[in-house]
Structure formats: C-alpha cells, structure tokens
C-alpha cells in the first residue's frame, strides 16, 4: 500500500560559489530553507562550482542540476521539480552530478 511507503526527502544543494553568489543563490538558499517543509527536502549550501557559471544561479535537486532559478520562485521550481523532473534538450540537466565527469571526459574525446 502507497500509504504505508516510507516518503522520500528530497536533497537540495544550492551553489554559493561566486557567480551563483553574485547572482541571487544566498536568497534562493533562504527562499528554500523558509519555503519548504522539512519531510520535503534537505536544503545544504554547497561553494564547489558545478561548472555551469553562466547559466546560474544552479541548484541540484537530488544531484540534478537546474539551472537558471529564479530568487522568487525557487519554491515553486523545487516542487514542480520533484513532480516532474526536467529533461533538458543537451540532456546534462537529468545526470547526477557523478555522471557529469563521463559526460566531459566524452567530450574531451572529440
Ligand atoms: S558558480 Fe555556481 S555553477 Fe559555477
């Protein structure tokens, strides 16, 4: 029975390096830390880069990435998240952050 299935608790890594820092991540970070229950997710702040400056500010979402959060609907983006994770087009966006190491390696191939 679904009720008695234990709930999972989602973990949230902001990125605090400087570029997400500069772009709005330390209110996303609080944003988060207000706007979720605590059985929804672990919100942590994270300073290592995930490599993805420019498209900042990036959060990783049980080690995928979002990037582009907006401040004000960092809530929102979190939970339609865990609803229905997002695929992007390059395909980066639904790899765990382990993953991303193979991902560069093949490209330094080409
Ligand atoms: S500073 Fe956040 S991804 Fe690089």
Redesign the pocket.
């Known amino acids: 029975m679904s009720e008695n299935k234990p709930k999972s608790i989602a973990t949230i890594k902001v ?7 500069a772009k709005g ?1 330390e209110q996303i970070y609080e944003n988060l830390k207000e706007g979720l229950f605590p059985d929804e997710a672990v919100v942590l702040k994270v300073s290592d ?5 420019k ?4 959060i990783a979402i049980n080690d995928n990435i979002v990037k582009g959060v907006k401040p004000f609907l960092a809530v929102e983006t979190v939970r339609q998240e865990l609803r229905d994770p997002s695929c992007k087009a390059d395909g980066l966006g639904s790899k765990p952050l382990d993953a991303l190491d193979d991902v560069l390696d093949s490209i330094d191939k080409l």
């Not at 498209?55 to 990036?58: C, E, F, T, V």
């Open positions: 990125c605090v390096h400087k570029d997400c820092r991540s880069c995930f490599g993805y400056c498209m900042g500010p990036n």
